[in-house]
């Protein structure tokens, strides 16, 4: 059983394209997360969602636009891609806002030539 | 403003040596601290999180300690074993906002 799951595991794509990552989790948690950790292993948050509702958004470029259906899924969309976007992005859940313990997902990793 | 410094960034330690990462954080009103593993080309890993209400938890081998007063907290692992080996992460949630502010990260290494 996996609780949360991404897809796709690779992705290798142009500049300029635009792409998306999926997230699913089945924890039943209401609130679900990106992060993104980059070539020094840095993590950052992006954005977060609860029950659908979007709580946080990191001053993330408006290339990066988060939808979330249901609140088991979380998909982030990505336009017009930049080398600087190269990373690997993680996606998490928690059960709810604030003091709770969040799960990732084993990430996407994203390299744009 | 919301950050974290975590050191040392690399650990070298022999099998059976215990190893300490220490973390200090910014948000005073902070009240959640995780710790994360992450072993090479796969997900942080949860292994353990405290929170202010109390100063210490264990679990097996490893115990994390919290002062609210000096903004510290620690992880601590004891008889260290080779699978022990990974960059292991701090983390803080700021005034409960939910987000994780994440340390830069520290390397062990235990050599057998």
């Known amino acids: 059983d996996t609780a949360v799951s991404q897809t796709p595991k690779y992705l290798v794509t142009q500049m300029g394209n635009d792409k998306s990552i999926k997230c699913e989790q089945n924890l039943g948690h209401d609130t679900m997360y990106w992060y993104k950790q980059d070539s020094k292993k840095f993590l950052k948050i992006m954005f977060s969602?609860?029950?659908?509702?979007?709580?946080i958004n990191e001053t993330v470029p408006n290339r990066f636009s988060p939808k979330s259906p249901d609140k088991a899924h979380l998909n982030l969309h990505i336009n017009s891609l930049e080398l600087g976007d190269s990373a690997v992005y993680f996606c998490?859940?928690?059960?709810?806002?604030?003091?709770?313990?969040?799960?990732f997902g084993p990430g996407t990793r994203l390299t744009v030539t | 403003g919301e950050n974290v410094e975590q050191h040392p960034s690399t650990l070298s330690v022999q099998e059976g040596d215990s190893a300490v990462i220490k973390c200090t954080y910014s948000d005073s009103a902070s009240n959640y601290f995780p710790w994360y593993k992450q072993e090479l080309g796969k997900r942080p890993q949860l292994i353990i999180d405290?929170?202010?209400?109390?100063g210490e938890k264990k679990d097996q081998r490893i115990a994390v300690t919290l002062n609210k007063t000096a903004k510290h907290f620690s992880l601590h692992i004891t008889e260290t074993q080779p699978e022990d080996s990974a960059v292991y992460f701090c983390?803080?949630?700021?005034?409960?906002?939910?987000?994780?502010?994440f340390g830069q990260g520290t390397t062990l290494q235990v050599k057998p």
């Open positions: 983390a803080f949630s700021p005034s409960n906002t939910g987000k994780l502010i």
């Open positions: 998490a859940s928690s059960q709810q806002v604030g003091g709770s313990s969040q799960y």
């Open positions: 405290i929170r202010s209400n109390v």
């Open positions: 969602y609860n029950n659908k509702e979007l709580i």
